[in-house]
């Protein structure tokens, strides 16, 4: 499963705000909803929080290991 805790912490630490990114940056509610769930995002949209929050992938997101994850 993927997680964002990482995200959250990444944010904390940044010039930004969850209104900053969707009223500056134009990032939807529903992709902040997403984050806060942990709910899939499209590698654009990872891409796009990287280049705003000047961070890597791995102060996004990261896997975790669970039995929810969907069989193979």
Known sequence: MIEYSAFWNTLKNSSESTYTLITRHRISSSTIDKLR???????????????????RVEDIMVYVKSDEDQLL
């Open 37 to 55: 769930k942990n709910k899939p995002l499209n590698t654009t949209t990872i891409n796009d929080l990287c280049r705003i929050l000047d961070c």
